[in-house]
C-alpha cells in the first residue's frame, strides 16, 4: 500500500490559516486521499478527500498537486477547536474491505 | 446528524475475561469496522464486516476476537479471553459502501482496560 509521509505537529495562531502536508509519492492512479482528524478523547472524523481536483467543503479545503504526489489540507481559520491529529490516508483499492491505514498524522496545536 | 453509537463508554474487566463491545452503527450503513487505539499509538483496522460476514481481517484479529451482528442494529466485538495487551481504545465505524472514496463514520470509542 502507497504510505504518506507528515509532519509530526504543527502550531498555529487562532483565526489564522493553516496548511498541513501530506506527501504520498508512492500514489496509484486509483487511490483516492482521504483526511480524517482525532479531536482528544474523540474517535477519527471524516474532514474531506479528493481524487485529482482540489476540494472544498465547509470545514476544509484540499489542494492536490498536479503530480498527485503531496496535497495540502487548507484550514481557512483555525479554531481553538480544530486542535487534534489530522491523518492523511490514501484508500486501499476498492472492494478491499476499506480499510484505512492510520499513520502518525499531525498534530496541529491552536494558539489563542 | 446521524451517529455511531458505543457502549459501554468505559470497560474495565480482568485478564481471561470475556468481553463484549457494543455500537449501533448509522441505520442505513451497510458496512462495519471495528479498529483500535492502544495509548499513545496508531490507530489500528481489526475487522470489517457485510452482510454478516467478514470481509476482511488484519494481523491483530486472532481466534480471540469475533465480530456479530445479532439484529438489525447492533454490531459487536468479542473479546474471549483478554489479555493485558488488549487495554486499548476500540472505535467501531460504518459507512453506506465500500467504495476507495467512501467516508468511514466513527463512534467515541469503548476504552478497555484490562487488570
Known amino acids: 500500500d502507497a504510505k504518506t509521509t507528515q509532519p509530526n505537529s504543527m502550531e498555529s495562531n487562532e483565526e489564522e490559516p493553516v496548511h498541513l502536508p501530506c506527501n504520498h509519492s508512492?500514489?496509484?492512479?486509483?487511490?483516492?486521499i482521504h483526511w480524517y482528524r482525532q479531536l482528544p478523547s474523540q474517535g477519527p472524523e471524516y474532514v474531506i478527500h479528493?481524487?485529482?481536483s482540489n476540494v472544498n467543503n465547509r470545514m476544509a479545503s484540499l489542494a492536490i498537486a498536479e503530480d498527485r504526489k503531496s496535497s495540502t489540507l487548507i484550514l481557512h481559520r483555525a479554531t481553538l477547536r480544530d486542535a487534534a491529529v489530522y491523518y492523511c490516508i490514501l484508500s486501499v483499492r476498492d472492494n478491499a474491505g476499506n480499510m484505512l491505514t492510520f499513520g502518525g498524522g499531525t498534530r496541529l496545536m491552536v494558539k489563542p | 446528524e446521524p451517529e455511531v453509537t458505543q457502549t459501554p463508554s468505559h470497560q474495565v474487566t480482568q485478564m481471561g475475561q470475556e468481553v463484549i463491545l457494543r455500537c449501533v452503527p448509522i441505520?442505513?450503513?451497510?458496512?462495519f469496522y471495528w479498529y483500535r487505539q492502544i495509548l499513545g499509538q496508531k490507530v489500528e483496522f481489526l475487522v470489517s464486516?457485510?452482510?454478516?460476514?467478514?470481509?476482511?481481517k488484519s494481523e491483530i484479529f486472532d481466534d480471540q476476537f469475533s465480530v456479530e451482528r445479532p439484529d438489525g442494529s447492533n454490531f459487536t466485538l468479542k473479546i474471549r479471553s483478554t489479555k493485558l495487551e488488549d487495554s486499548a481504545m476500540y472505535f467501531c465505524a460504518s459507512s453506506e459502501a465500500q467504495r476507495s472514496f467512501e467516508k468511514l463514520f466513527f463512534g467515541s470509542g469503548t476504552q478497555l482496560s484490562v487488570l
Open positions: 508512492t500514489i496509484s492512479g486509483t487511490d483516492y
Open positions: 441505520s442505513n450503513h451497510l458496512y
Open positions: 464486516f457485510y452482510n454478516n460476514e467478514i470481509s476482511e
Open positions: 479528493g481524487l485529482t
